[in-house]
């Protein structure tokens, strides 16, 4: 059963991503090379812009509802609501400086607001249905988000020549993010009419904020690093290649987004569960299979990625592509690695060892600026890519060794010689 709930889960996942392969596909053929640097502005924007609405409240929101009770999942849900409500209404308005100062285009003005909403919705619910374990079901949510509509815009794309612009692909993006809302939320949680909404519990709120928000912090600090990169090299090497930069960082992200899918959202569950409950014997299990399906996902993805976009590249023939198909290289290694970090991340994750998983997001953002200015003498061209790649070197070098510090299992090896200590392998 396990299996075939991850061959569909994958499916959808590598449909979504196929679809989102073939979207830039599309863009590299119809837009000029700085319309996609706008769009991977945008992009990046929305992204980033997710963690200040969510505040990473699902560090423990999501906690308590994987190991609570049908009224305490209607509690949690109601508490996180409200306490979405209000990020909403303060940060919002925030996005007037970025097109009051002209960072981005007006005519994406009303794009972006929207985006920002549907994108911060969905991607809560996705992660509330990967902690309720229905990682098919997410899947799917995620396959509306990003499978659906780029087919239909492509189609667009490749039939009306009226609709090759950038709006039409902020249009299709927020249909499939409504999508990707309206459809799953229908099997989370019926909640029913005779039932009293739970009353506004500003306790639980702070106590879930005073939990999350260091790992909020680390999160910015990763997440500006992947938004940062974009701005900063639309600075120093200009908008022209930045669409050359936005296409090879997304594709190379398909290596990331399909280990999520098929390793990442199947491991969680069971780690969470097995450390909550001291089953170190099936938490040792689950890492090691995270790690076998780890290794061969990253490589297999790693290979495919170089050589579609080498064969794409070749069928789209614009010399802007071509000439700087070495920024793929930097894009799929700093990927790469962020991959292999996930494994102690998820790791630390389940034993609730947020602040070092912070820790090691400052960390990365650190050696990201310290590699970008210090290549800057060597390279202009290649000082972000560096970064980039010399970045993620530092998060997964900062999670494993803040993992070999905490295992959990490392205690009972040493209280118990003899057979435990095979719990000590990573």
């Known amino acids: ?37 706008v769009f991977g502005l945008v992009a990046a924007t929305v992204n980033f ?13 999501n906690r ?20 979405f409500v209000v990020t909403h209404a303060v940060m919002l308005p ?6 009051h100062f002209e960072v981005l285009p007006w005519r994406l003005f009303p794009f972006v607001i ?13 992660r509330l249905l990967i902690a309720f374990g229905r990682p098919v079901l997410a899947s799917f949510g995620f396959f509306l988000r990003l499978g659906l509509w780029p087919f239909v815009a492509a189609l ?59 790992f909020l912090l680390g999160t910015l600090c990763l997440r500006g690093m992947q938004t940062v990169d974009r701005y900063l090299f639309d600075f120093l090497v200009g908008p022209e290649i930045l669409g050359a930069f936005v296409l090879f960082l997304g594709l190379a992200g398909v290596v990331p987004a399909m280990l999520q899918a098929g390793v990442y959202s199947f491991a969680l569950p069971v780690l969470l569960s097995s450390a909550h409950d001291k ?49 793929l290289f930097f894009a799929v290694a700093a990927n790469l690695l962020f991959a292999f970090s996930m494994y102690f991340h998820l790791a630390l994750y389940a034993c609730k060892k ?14 990201f600026g310290l590699g970008t200015i210090a290549f800057i003498s060597v390279s202009i061209f290649y000082a972000v890519p560096f970064g980039l790649v010399f970045g993620n070197f530092a998060i997964l070098l900062t999670k494993y060794l803040s993992f070999r510090k905490h295992d959990p299992r490392k205690a009972i090896a040493n209280a118990e010689p003899g057979p435990a200590t095979n719990q000590r392998e990573l």
């Open 1 to 37: 059963m396990q299996a075939k709930l991850r061959t569909a889960s994958l499916l959808f996942r590598s449909a979504a991503l196929g679809a989102k392969f073939g979207l830039f596909f599309v863009l590299a053929i119809f837009l000029a090379p700085e319309e996609v640097g």
């Open 49 to 61: 812009s997710l963690y200040f609405l969510g505040m990473d409240f699902y560090i423990h929101a």
């Open 64 to 83: 308590e509802f994987r190991v609570g009770d049908r009224d305490k999942r209607k509690f949690v849900l109601a508490q996180t609501a409200r306490l």
């Open 94 to 99: 925030t996005f007037f400086l970025l097109f």
């Open 114 to 126: 929207a985006l920002s909403v549907l994108e911060h919705i969905s991607t809560e619910l996705y």
């Open 156 to 214: 667009g794309f490749f039939l009306f020549p009226q609709m090759r612009t950038l709006e039409t692909v902020m249009f299709f993006w927020a249909i499939g993010a409504a999508l990707s809302i309206i459809t799953p939320a229908m099997f989370v949680v019926r909640w029913p009419r005779s039932m009293q909404i739970p009353a506004f519990d500003w306790g639980w709120i702070k106590a879930g904020l005073y939990i999350a928000l260091p």
């Open 279 to 327: 089953e170190w014997e099936k938490f040792s299990g689950q890492l090691k299979e995270l790690r076998t399906g780890l290794i061969i996902g990253s490589v297999i993805l790693s290979v495919g990625v170089l050589i579609g976009a080498r064969l794409m590249l070749i069928f789209i023939d614009n010399p802007v592509y071509l000439e700087n198909f070495s920024l």
């Open 354 to 367: 947020d602040n070092l998983l912070a820790l090691s997001h400052v960390t990365g953002l650190v050696a």
